[in-house]
């Protein structure tokens, strides 16, 4: 399978704990980003990379969230000190620079 | 004001009917323009781009309007099939998504 792939796909913790995500992206994808999505509403952006290169950050992200993406190629997503709060699906995607977005099927979090 | 705003719906319609959805940004240099499906528990799905001249891929068409800010897609003849939510994408520098439309087309 060459798509983009996620892991791991669903993951239960309490508050307070740290998570990390990975998001392996199509090989050729210069591009690569991370959204969250709760029921009912659409991607919302939380960063993206170019290459290795974070080059935008959501206002909307606290410190408590960072992702890297070392060597250009795969990414990671961790989330400090959980709240109930951050319970939802994170996206990752991957393009050739600002063209179609390929969708990994995400990783679902519930923080209990 | 939200980057980008749809109306988030429900649009329910019978099948064989035209619907349309809009999508306004706040960001005039935004460069690149999509619309998106998503079925239920699914990721997005590149649906298709909008071009500045507007274009067609089948009953689908979409269209851009720059001085108003805004983009449109127009389902004809709706499907069953096409019953999902529709998410408008829109790249200054990075892709944000609206909050996305529902649609239920009913036999």
Redesign the interface.
């Known amino acids: 399978d060459t798509g983009v792939s996620q892991d791991p796909r669903h993951k239960i913790t309490k508050r307070g704990q740290n998570v990390t995500f990975r998001c392996d992206p199509i090989s050729e994808h210069n591009r690569l980003?991370w959204?969250r999505q709760t029921l009912g509403?659409?991607?919302?952006?939380l960063t993206?990379f170019q290459n290795e290169a974070q080059?935008?950050k959501s206002r909307l992200l606290s410190d408590r969230f960072s992702a890297e993406r070392p060597k250009g190629s795969f990414s990671t997503l961790e989330i400090q000190r959980t709240e109930q709060g951050d319970s939802a699906m994170y996206?990752c995607?991957s393009?050739i620079a600002?063209?179609?977005?390929f969708?990994?099927?995400?990783s679902r979090l519930t923080v209990l | 004001r939200k980057e980008v705003e749809?109306d988030p719906g429900p649009f329910n319609v019978p099948e064989g009917a035209t619907v349309a959805f809009n999508c306004t940004y706040s960001n005039s240099a935004s460069?690149?323009f999509?619309w998106?499906r998503q079925d239920c528990r699914?990721?997005?799905?590149?649906l298709m781009?909008v071009y500045s001249s507007g274009n067609e891929d089948g009953r689908f068409t979409a269209q851009l309007n720059r001085a108003s800010q805004y983009i449109s897609l127009l389902i004809r003849d709706s499907k069953l099939s096409d019953s999902a939510?529709y998410?408008c994408?829109v790249?200054p520098?990075?892709?944000?998504?609206?909050?996305?439309t529902r649609l239920t087309v009913k036999p």
Do not use: H, I
Request: aromatic share 18%; net charge negative; no cysteine.
């Open positions: 980003y959204y509403q659409g991607p919302e952006f993206y080059l935008e996206l995607a393009s600002a063209l179609e977005l969708f990994g099927e995400g | 749809q460069q690149s999509f998106y699914k990721e997005p799905k590149l781009s939510t998410l994408v790249n520098n990075d892709m944000r998504f609206g909050a996305g």
